[in-house]
């Protein structure tokens, strides 16, 4: 009796190892950084978890595909490393010694990625199951891009001065032009009341240094050739 | 009866004016990399004895002669000598082109500010690829800053002759900074003027805060230490203090002729001599105005600006390479904890070494298998890193402001400093242009200030949608380095020969005494006379020489499949055109002097004729 039951259970063991070794057919390595999500926050990683792990992939399986056919037993994991890391396959219940294909379990783990990382307190970083890429997900777009809304207030002020101050001036010219107009008859009549010398108002030469005067600055010929 | 010429409100809006204009990007952005490239502290010495040689000389002859002369550029010196209205042509010439790619500096500037309200920033994180399962392969290669500079801003092609389209985005961002430079430039200095309290002190404002800021980032102290330490081969300790070692390797960079060199031209292109910009903010001045205190002000503010500029760079800079290092620590650790299973934490930025000789000795050829990944990640190779031009300015600031919390305060803050500079160089830029159009009475009667203005805004953002297509930044890239370079050397030469020489320093000593009531004194007399002249001609040479001898020109183009920038050399038409912008702009003084002389022959023959 004892003889057949560690006949059995060494069976067991070789069918285990056998289906689950580092780079076997349809096995991953998860890869887990409790200490770097969770800081001193960090749990330890024993049989436990080790359990909910089996049970979350379980689950996982059984959504998939929608049968309840896989059992925890059904998990299998090995060479479990300090860093925390293993390896794990999937057995088929319905068949013996055989494993899920991979590619099922890989579909199962992406669909509930989510619901896998949350019961571990982690993120698509810190639990990683490698050979299966996360679907990363983009950023939100808004409808109108930000920079075009800003960018669209800034035009319009700036449209806004610019027509403010072009129509102030178009507003002034017409002002002068009226007033030079009146001044123009009043110049006829009487002596004009801003005083020029030589066609520049005095108010401009009244400078200490007084106005240079181009003819004589520019000539380069101060003496007239012979 | 003449209109009088539009006059600035106050002597404070002159000095606001000339300040905005002469501190701009390059205080920022070129150096700081002069002072890590040449010795950091030492570079200071040649810095400010060439401030004294050349700097505020030139910039006190360029306002004296714009102030007394009461007219822009080209009437400047055509009072000065009318075989010298080449020279103010050249000066409106080498403007124009400035004007043209400058702005699209402002445009991007614009862009980067527009994007910086979003949460993430957009250049922090890199897009994902068509499928979701990882990042933009171009942006995994490179970095993401660098990727949304590259991809996201310019859509750069591979080389200067794929073309490719026009960008609208930069379209439209180029044609609202050319819109807010007519609304400051419209009324002349009306508006000018109160438009320049807000360029010239906002950017103070935004340093004093990114000084505080950067001093305070962790690895800021790096970033200042490497800056002040020279790039020379370590010598055998001779002194045992180690401040008085780096005091002598500063001191040997002083014999390198390059230091000289590179300070006479940082100083001489940071005041903006040259482009009539000085002549014409000058011109509007009342005559009585003390220019002397004034030219001596400014180009002091300038370089203290720019030592001050330099501090807070190197500060961000020794952060965002503190962070780099640590982080390429951080993976190197992941790496090596993944690959032999070890137990988390057990590995750390301490032990690195020493674990890695364990791992070494322990598992041979794993480690061996293992290497060509693992980096050697070194503080000194990030920071060596030097960048200068708009690699500092847009990946390099965004790339440390990503990583600060706030970050799009400090983003929106940086790039608000990027446009007021850049505006306020763009001023000054202007008014080089406009002053002598309208000065002109042929123009000035037809048509009105406005109207001058616009037309002139118009046509440079025309020729400017030239640098908004896929090439565009490599043709910025020809305009940046070769547009304005050798000929403002010819025409500040031409123009402290001419004002010495021709027109006569004593002359010009006694329009001085009219102007501000006393003759400058000998140190002056001297800098304009021999000083100035004879550092401009050896630089002229030098430069020239330097051409001469690198043979063919080649540029930096950016490679998207390796996500990196590489070397290539110019097409002929683009060194054809490289060509046209020195000739266009030098030719004018002599082809100027050509035309005034035989036009004086044919009316003296002409009145020799009727006698």
């Known amino acids: 009796m004892l003889g057949v039951l560690l006949l059995a259970f060494s069976l067991v063991t070789i069918v285990h190892s056998e289906l689950c070794r580092p780079d076997a057919q349809n096995a991953f390595k998860v890869r887990l950084s409790i200490k770097t999500a969770l800081g001193d926050n960090a749990y330890a990683w024993d049989a436990s978890e080790e359990y909910l792990f089996k049970a979350m992939v379980a689950f996982a399986m059984r959504r998939y595909s929608n049968k309840e056919t896989t059992q925890i037993s059904n998990v299998l994991l090995c060479n479990m490393t300090e860093r925390v890391s293993f390896w794990f396959v999937v057995t088929d219940s319905a068949r013996n010694m055989t494993t899920v294909p991979g590619s099922e379990v890989e579909a199962a783990v992406r669909m509930n990625r989510n619901r896998i990382n949350s019961a571990f307190l982690l993120t698509d970083n810190t639990l990683q199951f490698l050979k299966i890429s996360s679907t990363l997900s983009p950023p939100i777009e808004p409808a109108v891009p930000v920079w075009l809304i800003v960018f669209g207030v800034v035009l319009c002020l700036v449209v806004v001065g610019i027509l403010l101050l072009v129509v102030s001036g178009i507003r002034q010219r017409k002002k002068n032009n009226h007033e030079s107009a009146e001044t123009g008859d009043l110049e006829d009549k009487c002596d004009t009341p801003v005083t020029t010398e030589n066609g520049i108002p005095c108010d401009i030469l009244d400078l200490k240094a007084g106005q240079i005067n181009g003819v004589y600055a520019a000539d380069d010929e101060r003496f007239t050739p012979l | ?611």
């Open chain 2, 1 to 611: 009866m003449e209109k009088p010429r539009p006059l600035w409100d106050n002597p404070l809006q002159f000095v606001f004016a000339c300040i905005s204009y002469a501190v701009g990007l390059g205080n920022v952005w070129r150096f700081p990399y002069l002072c890590q490239m040449y010795g950091g502290g030492g570079f200071l010495i040649p810095y400010l004895i060439m401030l004294i040689v050349e700097g505020m000389p030139l910039l006190y002859l360029e306002l004296a002669v714009g102030q007394h002369m009461r007219q822009g550029s080209i009437g400047a010196w055509k009072i000065i000598s009318p075989y010298l209205s080449g020279v103010g042509i050249a000066s409106v010439v080498v403007s124009f082109f400035l004007s043209m790619y400058y702005n699209v500096i402002n445009a991007w500037a614009f862009w980067y500010l527009f994007h910086s309200f979003q949460d993430p920033l957009p250049w922090a994180s890199c897009p994902l690829n068509s499928n979701h399962t990882g990042y933009d392969e171009e942006c995994a290669k490179t970095s993401s800053t660098q990727y949304f500079w590259y991809r996201k801003t310019l859509n750069i092609s591979p080389s200067i002759e794929e073309y490719g389209s026009i960008q609208w985005e930069q379209v439209v961002c180029l044609i609202l900074a050319w819109l807010v430079v007519y609304l400051c430039i419209l009324r002349g200095t009306e508006s000018t003027g109160k438009v320049v309290y807000v360029t010239a002190t906002l950017p103070y404002l935004v340093l004093m805060i990114y000084l505080i800021r950067g001093l305070t980032l962790h690895g800021a102290v790096n970033g200042l230490i490497y800056m002040f330490t020279p790039k020379v081969p370590k010598i055998p300790l001779l002194f045992s203090s180690a401040i008085a070692h780096s005091l002598v390797l500063q001191l040997e960079q002083l014999a390198n002729p390059k230091t000289w060199i590179n300070a006479a031209t940082q100083i001489f292109f940071s005041l903006g001599l040259g482009f009539g910009s000085l002549i014409a903010f000058a011109s509007y001045n009342e005559s009585n105005n003390n220019c002397e205190r004034h030219a001596i002000i400014v180009s002091l503010i300038n370089s203290s600006t720019s030592i001050f500029a330099s501090i807070v760079t190197f500060s961000i800079y020794g952060f965002k390479a503190t962070f780099n290092y640590e982080n390429c620590l951080s993976k190197v650790i992941l790496l090596l904890t993944n690959v032999f299973d070890l137990e988390e934490g057990a590995l750390t930025a301490d032990n690195l070494d020493s674990m890695k000789d364990y791992l070494t000795s322990t598992y041979p050829n794993q480690y061996a298998e293992l290497l060509p990944q693992i980096k050697n990640c070194s503080l000194e190779a990030e920071l060596d890193t030097a960048v200068q031009g708009t690699g500092l300015a847009f990946i390099l600031y965004s790339e440390a402001i990503k990583n600060m919390e706030v970050s799009q305060l400090y983003s929106v803050l940086y790039f608000i400093m990027l446009l007021m500079l850049g505006i306020g160089s763009m001023l000054g830029n202007t008014a080089a242009i406009l002053t002598p159009l309208t000065d002109s009475k042929f123009l000035s009667t037809h048509l009105p200030k406005e109207v001058i203005s616009g037309i002139v805004c118009f046509i440079n953002c025309i020729v400017g949608l030239v640098f908004t297509m896929e090439a565009g930044n490599y043709w910025f890239d020809i305009f940046n380095d070769y547009g304005a370079t050798l000929s403002l050397l010819l025409i500040v030469l031409v123009e402290t020969i001419a004002v010495c020489y021709v027109y006569g320093l004593r002359r010009f000593e006694k329009d001085l005494l009219l102007m501000i009531g006393h003759k400058p004194n000998w140190y002056w007399k001297i800098m304009w006379a021999f000083a100035s002249p004879v550092l401009i001609i050896s630089l002229f040479i030098f430069y020239l020489t330097d051409y001469i001898r690198t043979g063919t020109l080649q540029y930096q183009a950016w490679d998207a499949t390796q996500g990196q920038l590489v070397t290539k050399d110019y097409p002929s038409y683009a060194l054809a055109v490289i060509g046209l912008l020195v000739a266009s702009s030098t030719m004018c003084i002599p082809i100027g002097a050509l035309i005034i002389f035989i036009m004086k022959r044919l009316k003296k023959r002409s009145v020799s004729t009727l006698e």
